[in-house]
């Protein structure tokens, strides 16, 4: 059965230690539900958080396949986003965090995923 905005009570967070361009992030396999991002920029430079409906890391070879999102995280800043409504990965999600927006050079940064 596939997931909806009403699995909200089913929703899990994720924390990153590092994430990067390499190994990146599998956050969930299937049916994901993206309810918020929580995430450090803790580069002196503008980096990425690029964000795949893709089932594996395997699946996303960077600076080749194009996002689903990219989203700018502030020169040492942070970048905190929930979301009224959640964006639906239906394939999985993978993440990583890069210095272009669709791009494969690696950018550290840290944070907390929010998904069900």
């Given amino acids: 059965m596939s997931k909806t905005d009403?699995?909200?009570?089913?929703?899990k967070s994720v924390a990153a230690v590092t994430l990067d361009d390499s190994p990146g992030l599998l956050v969930q396999t299937g049916d994901t539900l993206l309810y918020g991002i929580h995430i450090i920029n803790t580069v002196a430079?503008?980096?990425?958080l690029q964000l795949f409906n893709k089932a594996a890391l395997?699946?996303?070879t960077l600076g080749t396949t194009v996002p689903d999102i990219s989203l700018p995280l502030p020169v040492s800043g942070i970048l905190d986003a929930d979301f009224t409504k959640p964006i639906k990965f239906d394939k999985g999600l993978c993440a990583f965090s890069t210095t272009t927006a669709g791009?494969?050079?690696a950018a550290i940064t840290h944070g907390t995923i929010i998904y069900a």
């Fill in 45 to 48: 430079a503008i980096s990425y």
């Fill in 58 to 60: 395997s699946d996303v």
């Fill in 103 to 105: 791009g494969a050079g």
């Fill in 6 to 11: 009403g699995d909200i009570g089913a929703a």
